[in-house]
């Protein structure tokens, strides 16, 4: 991207319709010039202005003048070994770095996308904890992470997981103006039900998410079948206590009409027992939830994977749970794309 460093520019993915209409304004244009400009970023998804045929020349000449298509640029690819997953290094402008995760499987291409550099969550567990919180990632830093991987990707992508760096509930805003974005029909056109949002539990924001009624899919990570085995793994279960997050989740899943995802990381020697499996069946009952046990994958520190036996002691004990149980067998463990491997070293 040869631009100055040294000026003033704008960048254009992550920009709203309204937010084009006023950079066309801002450049003496007419602001429908603005939702043309919508249409090829997101709708055509073409980032080379001079493609942009409808739009006149002198416009064009400006907008390159005065704006870049991408706020991130792709350091490196690593593919695991089947091909399936392969996982990105992208840059921020500031140099800072994240990654992002593209996997196949059958029908489905889902990727999972950063939403911070870093995080502040600090779940013993997670290797993004360990480079701590760095900054948030602005909505087109979000975005970007599709429209880079959709280019790379041989088929069409099918879902959409915030899963990656960072806890999405404490960048709500960015978050939920990415997910726009990602849904937006005269854009990406996303059906809403593609988009997951994963949180640690963030009581007030799921509140928030709530009571604006967005329909994009909540999960929640549990990760312990009690309050006290919860707080030994993740810290933030003390201003975020199990029973308050599970009354949050059930007025969720009530008001919104849909089904609420739990995450259950399982770890050996910390929540894989019978009885954690039995305590889990009997607290999610009563609500309209998905269960999706996730075998921990190891980041180098205490923390282990159960053996296989065990995995299915404790998933055979949920057999008759009232609620479906989905198990994550992560793809890109090889290539540390797996569930709370992603870390990177700047920052
Ligand atoms: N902060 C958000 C989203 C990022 S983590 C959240 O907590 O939901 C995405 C998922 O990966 C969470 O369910 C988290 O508990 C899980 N996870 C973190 N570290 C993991 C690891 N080493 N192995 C397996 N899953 C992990």
Redesign the pocket.
């Given at each position: 991207m040869n631009h100055p460093r040294n000026l003033e520019y704008q960048v254009l993915v992550g920009q709203s319709k309204t937010q084009l209409e006023l950079f066309a304004e801002s450049l003496g244009e007419q602001s429908y010039r603005g939702r043309q400009l919508f249409d090829w970023l997101y709708h055509q998804k073409n980032d080379i202005i001079d493609e942009m045929t409808d739009l006149p020349a002198l416009f064009r000449e400006q907008v390159k003048k005065s704006a870049i298509v991408h706020p991130l640029v792709q350091v490196t690819q690593s593919d695991s070994g089947s091909k399936q997953t392969k996982k990105f290094l992208f840059q921020l402008q500031d140099g800072n770095q994240i990654e992002s995760v593209l996997m196949k499987e059958k029908d489905r291409t889902t990727i999972c996308i950063s939403t911070q550099v870093g995080?502040a969550?600090n779940?013993d567990?997670?290797?993004t904890a360990a480079m701590g919180f760095i900054q948030n990632l602005s909505a087109g830093e979000i975005v970007d992470q599709f429209l880079q991987l959709k280019k790379l990707s041989s088929g069409p992508i099918t879902n959409v997981v915030f899963?990656?760096m960072?806890?999405?509930l404490l960048n709500y805003k960015n978050v939920i103006a990415a997910a726009d974005l990602l849904h937006d029909p005269d854009g990406i056109n996303m059906g809403a039900k593609r988009i997951t949002i994963?949180?640690?539990g963030i009581i007030p924001k799921i509140k928030q998410f709530t009571a604006e009624a967005h329909k994009y899919k909540l999960?929640i990570?549990l990760?312990g079948s009690t309050q006290e085995q919860r707080l030994k793994t993740m810290p933030i279960s003390a201003a975020q206590p199990l029973e308050e997050l599970l009354a949050a989740a059930t007025c969720y899943s009530r008001e919104n009409k849909t089904r609420v995802t739990f995450?259950y990381?399982l770890i050996k020697d910390i929540n894989e027992k019978i009885e954690d499996a039995r305590r889990l069946q009997e607290m999610l009952s009563p609500i309209n939830c998905k269960l999706n046990v996730?075998p921990?994958?190891e980041?180098g520190g205490v923390y282990a994977r159960p053996d296989d036996e065990k995995i299915q002691t404790f998933l055979s004990a949920l057999k008759k749970a009232p609620f479906p149980v989905t198990v994550r067998w992560?793809k890109g463990v090889g290539i540390d794309a797996?569930?709370?491997?992603l870390a990177t070293k700047t920052g």
């Open positions: 995080c969550v779940c567990f997670c290797a899963m990656g960072g806890e999405p994963s949180t640690a999960a990570s990760n995450e990381v996730i921990y994958n980041t992560s797996g569930c709370g491997q």
